[in-house]
């Protein structure tokens, strides 16, 4: 009989560089490459490693297994006080500018699904590569939350508010071959090549001139300031509301919440 425990499930960040250009892979199977909080902590490490390494031009993000990332890893939003909340926006929020204000371009290759957080994060990339049958949704309510990691500011400006207030309230799903024409990304290639597409884009990008780019970050990183301190607020309220409670007890049991406002 075999008392050892099971072994962790692997959640790291894959790092692989290709000349002037860092690929960065989501690599967290068992829930289909979520962002928990030491996945996200990691990410944020190796991006901020790449951007002082003197080596590094440019960073494809993707997701490992056909999915680039399923969301927030729910089953560790353990929030009990509005303290709590505001601490985890907080640190979410320091990976969140250091995206945007980084002076190296980030490239998303997304394959399979971009969910929750997982949108975002692409959003947080300067240029989206998809694959035609990717798919995009925020969805964020299902678990009694509002978008967050900038969404809220991101989106509307890649797809006007109109489209992006449809997206955010009623969990409207694109493919990766509609959201092109909305302008969610930049580029639709067939299933299995959003990688490869995104590594030539970020090698062109890489051979730019850098302050050019450098400063391009920073004028939209402005933007986005203002945004995510209304963000913390709201969001570090709705952590501690019954009803994130209980759409997060409701996803974990597979079964349709039920909401009462509080």
């Known amino acids: 009989m075999n008392d050892m425990p ?14 002037a250009v860092l690929v960065l892979t989501l690599d967290y199977p068992a829930r289909r490459n979520a962002l928990a909080v030491p996945l996200r902590q990691e990410l944020e490490n190796a991006i901020e490693r790449a951007c002082g390494d003197g080596q590094t031009r440019a960073i494809v993000l993707t997701g490992s297994g056909g999915v680039f990332s399923a969301g927030g890893d729910i089953s560790g939003m353990n929030i009990e006080t509005i ?33 929750g ?37 991101l989106l509307p400006a890649r797809i006007g508010v109109g489209r992006a207030r449809d997206m955010l309230l009623h969990h409207t799903q694109y493919l990766g071959s509609d959201a092109l024409g909305i302008g969610l990304v930049d580029y639709v290639v067939p299933k299995g090549k959003a990688l490869e ?50 759409g997060r007890a409701a996803f974990l049991a597979k079964r349709k919440p039920s909401f009462k406002g509080r």
């Not at 929020?93 to 971009?114: D, K, Q, S, Y």
């Not at 994060?121 to 978008?147: E, S």
């Open 6 to 19: 099971d072994a962790a499930p692997r959640m790291r960040i894959a790092e692989e560089r290709h000349g």
């Open 83 to 115: 303290y709590d909340g505001r601490d985890r926006m907080r640190r979410t929020h320091r990976m969140v500018r250091l995206m945007a204000r980084c002076n190296l371009p980030l490239v998303a290759a997304v394959e399979g699904w971009a969910v």
């Open 117 to 153: 957080a997982g949108l975002s994060l692409a959003l947080l990339c300067d240029t989206i590569v998809a694959a035609d049958d990717a798919r995009f949704m925020a969805g964020f309510h299902k678990i009694g939350l509002m978008a967050d990691m900038g969404m809220p500011a």
């Open 197 to 246: 597409v995104a590594l030539e884009k970020a090698q062109f990008l890489a051979k730019e001139a850098p302050l050019p780019i450098a400063y391009t970050k920073q004028w939209f990183a402005d933007d986005l300031e203002r945004a995510l301190a209304r963000e913390a607020d709201f969001q570090a309220a709705l952590f501690v509301t019954e009803d994130h409670k209980e």
